[in-house]
């Protein structure tokens, strides 16, 4: 008796050396020897793990741009000053980075945007809305005022304002993109923060259909288009910015009667 449970234990003890020597043998054949740069790269970013890069968290867009498949440049939180610490780590000069900033292309406000005839019941949430019915409004492209896009940002650098259209409060607001991601309209864009002429709209109906459904759409008409030597191109009735031609000099602000086209900095007063 005494001598099967000395086998057994000898024997579970031979193989537990033996496993022990066979993992030990395992791990330095195949360990991967992480590159000491993602250390460095993730040690200068700002650790929010918003997902505004497009990675699932600082030390993934580390990996990923050590590895080449993320620019230095891709951190919206950390702005110009992260994208050259990890510029100088990767030996690469981002010092001419601009921060990018999201837009609202929308005025189609509580009061410029024709409501529907019966009135909308049912969840608040802009991406139930447009599921379900499109909300109380006639323009199919414009805000739908659910204010998704505020909560979804993990900076409170959003608000609905008395409009009912969100707002960006510019001084909090890291540029991390996570308003444009949960848009179902696709108004908010994200944009250098020094540009500033946009097309305020969205709407792709015919000049008629546009103009019963919001008092400052683009109503189609091209005057800017033909004027702005390819700045402005016609896109299904909208007029769109090509930037790469933009030459704001040329830019008939002031024959568009619904100001839909202009600069950030525009007032109605």
Do not use: W
């Not at 919206?76 to 601009?98: E, H």
């Amino acid at each position: 008796m005494e001598y099967g449970i000395i086998l057994a234990v000898a024997t579970m003890g031979g193989l537990g050396f033996i496993f022990a020597g066979a993992l030990a043998v395992a791990d330095k054949k195949l360990r991967v020897e992480e590159n000491p740069l993602i250390a460095q790269v993730n040690e200068v970013l700002p650790g929010a793990n918003c997902g505004g890069c497009g990675y699932a968290g600082c030390y993934d867009f580390a990996v990923n741009v050590v590895t080449g498949n993320a620019p230095v440049t891709g951190c919206p939180v950390g702005g110009s000053d992260t994208s050259i610490d990890v510029a100088s780590l990767m030996g690469i000069d981002a010092s001419n980075t601009v921060k990018m900033t999201p837009r609202i292309l929308c005025c189609g406000g509580n009061e410029e945007a024709v409501k529907k005839m019966t009135t909308y019941y049912g969840p608040l949430s802009c991406s139930a809305m447009a599921q379900i019915s499109g909300g109380d409004k006639l323009c199919l492209y414009g805000c739908l005022g659910g204010a998704d896009c505020v909560t979804a940002c993990p900076f409170d650098a959003m608000m609905m304002n008395e409009k009912g259209l969100p707002e960006v409060i510019e001084e909090l607001c890291t540029g991390c993109g996570m308003c444009v991601k949960v848009c179902p309209r696709s108004i908010i864009e994200m944009h250098p923060i020094d540009r500033d002429v946009f097309v305020f709209c969205k709407n792709h109906d015919d000049p008629k259909t546009s103009k019963n459904v919001c008092t400052v759409s683009c109503m189609g008409c091209g005057i800017c288009a033909r004027k702005s030597d390819g700045g402005v191109v016609m896109d299904n009735y909208l007029a769109v910015i090509d930037y790469e031609k933009l030459d704001e000099s040329k830019i008939p602000f002031d024959k568009c009667s619904t100001k839909v086209i202009r600069k950030t900095n525009f007032s109605e007063n």
